[in-house]
């Protein structure tokens, strides 16, 4: 009989999931996306990242955080790319639906704290919805984390160029730096290009990493499809990058996975 | 007849709409919510701010910047205060729909911009995720304001107490000394009590204002529905406060008076 | 402390809901619209008839029938409106669904009683189904009632021209005396004029008020928007239509206040 | 060949649709109920009033108004009687549904016009909504006809008795005497007893055909489930309010076959 | 008092459900469709089928199987023909909210079983959903019944032509045989004329009775919309076919009657 | 760059889908299912066997066929294990909204057919109902394949052991066999157990691979979860089985790349 190495839950057996998914158990539904991303990365990048970030966790802190991963869901809500052929979306209402299917399946088993590792920031605040909304309907702990933040979700790359002016949201420095890591077979650099928005960079409120969230689609930026400046990335520092995040995200695991709301035990602060 | 003081598309007549309402005008929806905000302030505290930013904006920079506001939402996606009678509330489903038909309408004048000019946390990320789906679905360039972003979401004050640990996200120092000054006979400073979950600040992650969202009703914290700490709150703060987010919203408006998208004149940077 | 002048819920605190909310008291939801009047009268018209006549019914007999008012629904169903630019509309599905939210919140307080006040005709039907669909949801009782009756739902006007052949539904002369009285300020009657639809007034039975409901939108009857005829309206009838109208609301809600389905003492008649 | 001797739309193959169905047609679609009507009435009542009403009709004018029947719908919005077993209904949503699907069908054959002709009360609010839907979203213009208007509908009863209170709205004197006119064989007069709610009709306002729709089901009245005095009916007084029925319904139809909106030739009336 | 000769629980009375729909009662839910069926056949072909099977199946073998018929659902899932005028069609949403809404109200009833009676092949595929679906709701045990099944839903006749190369699923010899018997006045032999797509049924995978389910609309083989070869049917093989299939029915029912999941008496086999 | 060796579509970029994604190209989208297959076989036999077969497809007609493969559905219509902890299941309408939406996107590609390759019985009646839907809302040839069909859809098994009565439907010979071959480590068949329904399989009618189809969840036949009888399975037939499926979708992949419906050159057969 197996021994799950990598602490999917689909590896299990049903007295098995009876056994040993247990309150204490944190499950975890690694979620990324399939869209274009420049002429230089593949479609897969973030379905990708979602799902090595996932079996690096496991790897890492599966066993002592007792972690049971659900299959990645692939395809999610990625519309700001679907202009673009090969792009697979989901609308909001769909991946709302999906997530809330998959967590009142999850709440049937003896886990109480679900985490949704998200990898697309195109899914973000639609996750946060949704941590509430499980949170309601199915009486789950919900939480977020991402490998990853991008700029305009309030990450703050330190090493990202400096001419990628805080703009590297998608194909760029980073992201590519982190594909040479994981498949550098599927990654062409001799087509990465800078492609920053200057003239979105110049603004103060109204830009990535600003104080006004606006609608956009990728191609409102040019035809390409990436933002950023990839030239310069490296395979070295998409080690770097990966290494890190894995080590943050078992950071914040390690907090998930003894978090209580209950009121502390003299009561209520005065 | 009338010159409309206050901006508000209401006050139009239908052939004053269509040469009023132009190209360069700028839509504003107010957003707010009706929900308990502890023993000390009204369930109006969200609806009021919202109503009262939009006046006082509309007062300042409203001609200026060609704004016209669409009634304020009164009732909103408050579910995380549903345990409590008094509070109303729509589903997420709904909210979205209600956005996104009042888009739908706004669409048919000559206005391209459209702001939502929310005060109410729990409305925050759903309507992140309505910026994208109204500009796909009816072409209008959309924005996201709040006259006070909550630690949850990001804000930083700069006026609450240490005491409050960061964690005052409703009926707080702040948003109690707001509503000191805009409507002091409401507010019972009598019943004002610390309410700060000192074991959540004590997180280095999973914490309001923390890398990690999570799912929470404010019931979670203990049975009197607000979390912050109102004790020291003052009007005069309040409307230091007040004025600084009026400031704050036209400068931020000026900028989405004139953004465009466009591809710089030069072609995308190189 | 604020004693709530209007009889707000929303100006009320959580404890003073759980004590003044009672089995006793009748909640009451104001629905207006805003939507194109044409050129003679202001978008907000229904808005603000919704919003005035709840004031004033409020003020005559709020405190002695135990009346909490919720906010104003200002946006609604005005679909045979949504030609027209300016007009804000939900589509009939959103506006179930927001009715059904306000009544499923307001299910949780401990009033028994929902009314929904109405100043929209194009709502009316809807909300008959919403009065059945809360009744069987959420249990509460619930009772629609409208400040004017427009003679396509069964309204009688006294007070209108003959010339108008009962056909003055939108913007005709009681609607516009009624704008006089209240917001003199957004009325241009030198833009008022007759439109009547001579031909449908000539039906026998698919007429407004006829006994044939048909479906229509306002521009089915010529462009300028209003059916009726504006041109006689006065203030001083604005004003006794008004009073007359609270007058009604309030002999109605004091039969609502009491209103119980139950089997009389000696059974059921025999 | 067949000569389709009740205009049943059904009966005509494909060419003969292109053929007979043309832009002077008028399709009818009945609505029926199958619901409790009480000890004495069966479940079929409703359905089989909107099915003969419709049949008598196509053959006192279907040829002459071009009319053509699509198949009755048999089960409708009958939750006010969901307590009791055998009634069969469908919600709101799946209604509304129905009877846009149908009519996106309709509007693909030659005819512009599409009359609902129901038989119960419960539909009849919805209807109202779908006539107007229908015609924004597929161009038809659309009436709703009914056989016989309960006093709750605006319905005036000339033979009713008068200690029905005129609160006979559901297999009262009137329904019954029609089905001893149609069905006696399915009409068992010897559990025919008086239920009036007396209580109810010493109302001024909240009463059936008051001026102030409210929330009912059934059971609200009584465990027995009709609503009215169905004691004294008979089938001479059923046959001549059938046939009373379908003359109306003929002279409403000749009304409707040659409706237009159309602003009157020297333009709108001033 | 009639003894309901049909089995039609619409003809019942709400004390008569009460007492003769039992646990041991099979309710049937006969399911047509109108549509296009060729230049020989009448739209109502599918419906006709439908009513006309249950009512011999209630005359055979209701009384002994205690089966109560619920009416016929008429028009339903036929979008595979939507392209023609005279189909009239629901979405599969709707089909299966009408299923839904009709089996939950079955639900109320005594009965434990509920049986679809479908004549369309159009709808198999859904309701086979459905029958899980309303299991699952409703607790109901469900079945799914067909009077004839086409050779695209695994059906084989015996009496068909070799030149229909078994592809007459929709107005070929068998059906037209079937209408010759039941209503040869609503056929046109005249107008029949062989459609077989020939190069489709040179497929050895994707065909009607292959191992691919592909989806299609019935003007992809042509601009007649039958499928099939009707020239040579005749009334006499329609009533052989008719009546094979009432007994078929009958049979199928019986097992139906008294089908219980129950795990054997000596526990599950070993 | 990368050749991609498994024809993955999320393994393009951008310009390269546009390349190489044409309307000769065939689009394969695998759905399995995570879901309890009682105690001896792991919750991803499902998702495995349809990741597996895509797999093994792309290395033997890939490049041939043109075919390029969508990532897997792993979590789909599972309900009738909803009992069991570790079943990961969408609903109807939710699964319905994925494949609607996965398909939309396919149809911005250069691509003209999609294929659903699915592997679970659950979803094979919604998957048909599917085929329709996309064809008529995008316009592409919509497939469903199955690597096996078990015994309740129409599949018949030459090697499962008599004594499975056909009823080897879930966890039975050939499905565990599969898996001896695939995953041997995920397999415990210490814990493999005859589960055969001896009782449906006396049934004419209502048994798997009956002409009734009916309504069921896997513990309507015992609380161990499979069905089948899966003691004597092997990985040597296991590979059998596998090969053959593989071989088999090949042939039918074949015949859908070059299918057209196109009326024959000469006309409609006469």
Redesign the interface.
């Known amino acids: 009989?197996?021994n799950p190495a990598f602490r999917?839950?689909?590896?299990?057996?049903?007295?098995q999931?009876?056994e040993r998914?247990r309150p204490s158990s944190v499950l975890v539904l690694p979620i990324g996306s399939?869209e274009?991303?420049?002429?230089?990365?593949?479609?897969?990048t973030d379905?990708l990242i979602a799902s090595e970030a996932a079996r690096a966790v496991a790897r890492r802190c599966g066993e002592a955080l007792d972690l049971w991963f659900?299959?990645?869901v692939?395809?999610s809500k990625a519309?700001?790319h679907?202009w673009?052929?090969?792009?697979?979306?989901?609308?909001?209402?769909?991946l709302?639906?999906?997530v809330n299917?998959?967590a009142a399946?999850?709440a049937?088993?003896?886990a109480r704290r679900l985490v949704f590792l998200n990898s697309h920031g195109?899914n973000t605040?639609?996750?946060?919805?949704a941590?509430?909304?499980?949170?309601?309907a199915h009486g789950?702990?919900?939480?977020?984390?991402h490998p990853f933040?991008p700029p305009d979700h309030?990450g703050r790359s330190t090493s990202a160029p400096a001419g990628e002016l805080g703009m590297g949201i998608h194909g760029g420095h980073d992201e590519t730096s982190i594909m040479l890591h994981l498949?550098p077979?599927?990654v062409?650099m001799g087509?990465a290009?800078?492609?920053?928005?200057?003239?979105?960079a110049a603004?103060?409120?109204?830009r990535f990493g600003g104080?006004?969230?606006?609608?956009?689609?990728s191609d409102?930026?040019?035809p390409?499809?990436h933002i950023g400046d990839p030239v310069g990335a490296t395979a070295r520092e998409g080690r770097e990058l990966f290494q890190g995040a894995v080590e943050m995200l078992c950071?914040?695991l390690a907090?998930?996975a003894t978090?209580?709301?209950?009121?502390?035990p003299e009561g209520?602060?005065?």
Chains 1, 2, 3, 4, 5, 6 share one sequence.
């Open positions: 009989m197996s999917l839950i689909e590896e299990l057996t049903l007295p999931v009876r998914v399939v274009q991303h420049g002429p230089h990365l593949p479609l897969t379905r659900l299959p990645t692939a395809v519309n700001e679907a673009a052929p090969g792009t697979l979306w989901l609308r909001a209402e769909t709302l639906s999906v299917d998959v399946s999850a049937t088993t003896g195109g605040a639609l996750l946060v919805v941590c509430r909304e499980v949170r309601l789950l702990q919900t939480f977020l984390l933040l309030g498949r077979d599927l062409d087509l290009t800078r492609r920053v928005p200057d003239r979105l603004n103060r409120h109204v104080s006004v969230p606006f609608g956009w689609t409102d930026f040019g390409d499809g950071e914040q907090e998930i978090f209580e709301f209950g009121v502390d209520p602060s005065r």
